[in-house]
Structures are given as structure tokens and as C-alpha cells.
């Protein structure tokens, strides 16, 4: 069982910066694929970015591209979303989601096996 942990939401200004991490516990964190996901009042949740185990592959979804970075760290078990720029249309709970058997990160809700509580993110304009 992976337990996973988000925090680094909060109110911020339009163009502003956020980074949100999540801690991951419960297994070795270098054999999980990564991925952070979004949902908005009314919305399905959707995909915003993953990362592979090492870190060396990466996905960034068209709506963030250029302005989200996703990284991790393995010995500290964490992984961060830094997003730049931001705009009201990325208010949003934010998700951290872990995968144990892919052989890449996915970008489907299906790809994850598990989820952390998420954490708000809230962009006034």
C-alpha cells in the first residue's frame, strides 16, 4: 500500500508561482511511476503531469506546457509540481497519484493505482 500526502495549495495571485509537493510512504519510491492530476467544480479530473521512476521521462499536459515542471526527488520519496504563470483556469484541487506496474507514467486517472487527499490551488484574478 502507498500512502501519498499533497501540500503547497493555497490562494494565489494570477501569474503568481506555486510549487506542491507529495510525500510518498509505504514503498520503495524509486519502482513508482508519477503523476499529478487536477479537477475543477463541475469537471472531470485530468491529467497535468507524470514522471517515470528515475525522473528521466516526463509528460506535461498541453494546458500547463511551458509553464509546469514536474520533478522528484527518490531519496527524500517526494514528488513536486512547480507551476508558473499562473491563471485563474487552474483553480483546482490537485492530485498526487502513484502507479506501481506501468513501464512508463501514464496520463490517464486509469494509469494510477493510488491517491493522495489532494491539496486546493486557488488563483484570483
Known amino acids: 500500500q502507498v500512502q501519498l500526502v499533497e501540500s503547497g495549495g493555497g490562494l494565489v495571485q494570477a501569474g503568481g508561482s506555486l510549487r506542491l509537493t507529495c510525500a510518498a510512504s509505504?514503498?520503495?519510491?524509486?519502482?513508482?511511476?508519477m503523476g499529478w492530476f487536477r479537477q475543477a467544480p463541475g469537471k472531470e479530473r485530468e491529467f497535468v503531469a507524470s514522471?517515470?521512476?528515475?525522473?528521466?521521462?516526463?509528460y506535461i499536459a498541453e494546458s500547463v506546457k511551458g509553464r509546469a515542471t514536474i520533478s522528484r526527488d527518490n531519496n527524500k520519496n517526494t514528488v513536486y509540481l512547480q507551476t508558473n504563470s499562473l491563471k485563474p483556469d487552474d483553480t483546482a484541487v490537485y492530485y498526487c497519484?502513484?502507479?506501481?506496474?506501468?513501464?512508463?507514467?501514464?496520463?490517464?486517472?486509469?494509469?494510477?493505482?493510488?491517491w493522495g487527499q489532494g491539496t486546493q490551488v486557488t488563483v484570483s484574478s
Open positions: 509505504g514503498r520503495t519510491f524509486s519502482t513508482l511511476n
Open positions: 497519484a502513484a502507479d506501481s506496474s506501468r513501464s512508463v507514467p501514464g496520463r490517464t486517472v486509469n494509469a494510477y493505482n493510488y
Open positions: 514522471i517515470s521512476r528515475s525522473g528521466g521521462l516526463t
